[in-house]
């Protein structure tokens, strides 16, 4: 049985959400954030980097969201969720995949960090004016792409998970409310009863 290492409030629940919208059958081993937010110990002894998410499939022990959205697609569900390789959408499909991790949590993070005094300086300093450049140029483009399509790509793919976590951090800081295209979107994504099941079981 394929197992999720999960850790409560993280990106994990992008594999549980994958999971419960193709019906693959896992168990999930549950972490918990220490005071300081960081992930437990006992976590690097599952995977070295000692973050979230981490998944075993037999022998194989994989970390990184991206990494293990396809592989799981790959592995147990024959490419449910992504757009055939011979359209334009599935090149799209893979830019969306990687820009959630290699583009969009970049700047969110660092605005959290701002934002909580972790990092000094403020949002009004050097740093905060580049975090805010950055994300008016990262959200401008989504809204934009997304146009008045239901999903990224038009029908729901992996993309949108990949993509929902950062949007919903986005959302949840305030970055949607002067973008009602993006806040529908994050809605509609939040309405779905397998997002809803993972969840739950997060
Ligand atoms: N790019 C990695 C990022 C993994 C990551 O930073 N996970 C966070 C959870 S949202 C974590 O484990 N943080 C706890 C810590 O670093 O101690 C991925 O997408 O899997």
Known sequence: LLTVYHLNESRSVRILWLLEEIGAPYEIVRFERDATRRAPAELAEVHPLGKAPVIRDGDLVLAESGAIVEYLLERHRGGRLVPRPDTAAWGRYLQWLHFAEGSA??????????????IPGGKNGLLG???????????????QELGDKHHLLGAFTAADIMLGFPLDLA???????????????VERLRARPAYARAQAAA
Not at 105 to 118: E, N, R, T
Not at 129 to 143: I, P, W
Not at 171 to 185: D, F, K
């Open 105 to 118: 949590m970049l700047p969110l993070l660092l605005d959290l960090f701002l934002g909580m005094g972790v």
């Open 129 to 143: 004016g580049f975090v805010k450049t950055e994300l008016a140029r990262q959200l401008d483009y989504v809204e």
């Open 171 to 185: 959302e949840r800081q305030g970055h949607l409310a002067t973008r009602p295209r993006l806040l529908a979107y």
